[in-house]
């Protein structure tokens, strides 16, 4: 189970899917908690899209993406749906599927556009260097310690959304738009080496099955941390022993543990009715 530890890329993806894991899966229990789950996918492919435009007109390939990506999670912190018959969800999906659009336009104009489209959604994690994983662990560190350092605030504004009360955060909320602009450079940076479907999934698949799992606001918390550590493990394991690319093999173990997630909840809530039955 261990083997893939004597290669030191296998160490240093591992490495990696930790630092992105622990930090998604983390800010994964607020996006699930407001039902904003597509603003992952639309940040992510926003990013995408920049790094699309770059490679089409030759420069920037660092600093476009960022440019995209804060200016994606800025408009975003702006949408607050008021009219019933909208939900919030479909204009992040509108925003997904024109960004997904351009891009596809874009690459299609690179040399090898195929390959390339391969990897924006799946990312190629087995390259990165030392050098990329200490650049990451340094900002996703830094973004991890805003949360924590004004984790109520950030919580408060989470439940406000649970509760159906977010139209009173307003047109601009401060912290509204901290949140948005950290989840765009955690993505903007994981998406580089993971790629956007791999980061979708940990940041919602982690906090889903979590919720699943348990009811209580720090159960959930840690549980969502343990399931992204050990998506990254036996799907790094599974990439590692049955020669399959690194970016789905963590995928479709991450969906594994959500189905597994998802019996026990049914399991769970069996016993729930008949200990209801027997009490009535």
Same mark, same amino acid.
């Given at each position: 189970m261990f083997e893939m530890f004597q290669l030191p890329f296998m160490v240093q993806?591992?490495? $990696?899917? $930790? *630092? @992105?894991g622990i930090l998604l899966s983390y800010l994964g229990v607020h996006v699930v908690g407001r039902g904003i789950v597509f603003v992952d996918l639309a940040l992510g492919q926003i990013s995408s899209l920049g790094v699309a435009f770059a490679a089409f007109i030759g420069t920037? =390939? @660092?600093? %476009?993406?960022?440019?995209f990506t804060l200016a994606g999670a800025l408009l975003m912190s702006f949408i607050n749906i008021r009219d019933k018959r909208l939900k919030q969800e479909a204009i !992040?999906?509108?925003l997904y599927a024109f960004a997904s659009a351009l891009t596809v336009l874009f690459i299609s104009k690179t040399p090898h556009g195929d390959s390339d489209i391969q990897e924006v959604l799946f990312g190629n994690i087995l390259? $990165?260097?030392?050098q990329q994983i200490k650049l990451i662990a340094i900002i996703f560190g830094i973004l991890l310690l805003v949360q924590v350092i004004f984790f109520r605030k950030f919580f408060g504004l989470t439940e406000s959304f649970e509760n159906g009360v977010n139209h009173l955060v307003g047109i601009f909320n401060i912290w509204n738009f901290l949140f948005y602009i950290t989840i765009g450079l955690a993505i903007v940076f994981a998406v580089k080496v993971n790629g956007v479907i791999p980061v979708f999934s940990y940041l919602i698949i982690p906090a889903v099955s979590a919720i699943m799992i348990a009811k209580k606001k720090a159960a959930v918390l840690i %549980?969502? =941390?343990i399931i992204s550590i050990l998506g990254g493990f036996f799907g790094l394991n599974f990439s590692f022993h049955y020669d399959f690319p690194a970016g789905?093999? !963590?995928v479709v173990v991450l969906g594994g543990i959500f189905i =597994?997630?998802?019996?026990?909840? *049914?399991f769970k809530r069996g016993k729930n009715n008949q200990k209801s039955i027997v009490i009535k």
């Open positions: 993806a591992f490495t $990696v899917a $930790v *630092i @992105t920037g =390939l @660092t600093s %476009i993406p960022l440019i !992040i999906g509108i390259s $990165v260097s030392w %549980i969502a =941390l789905p093999s !963590i =597994l997630a998802s019996i026990y909840n *049914i």
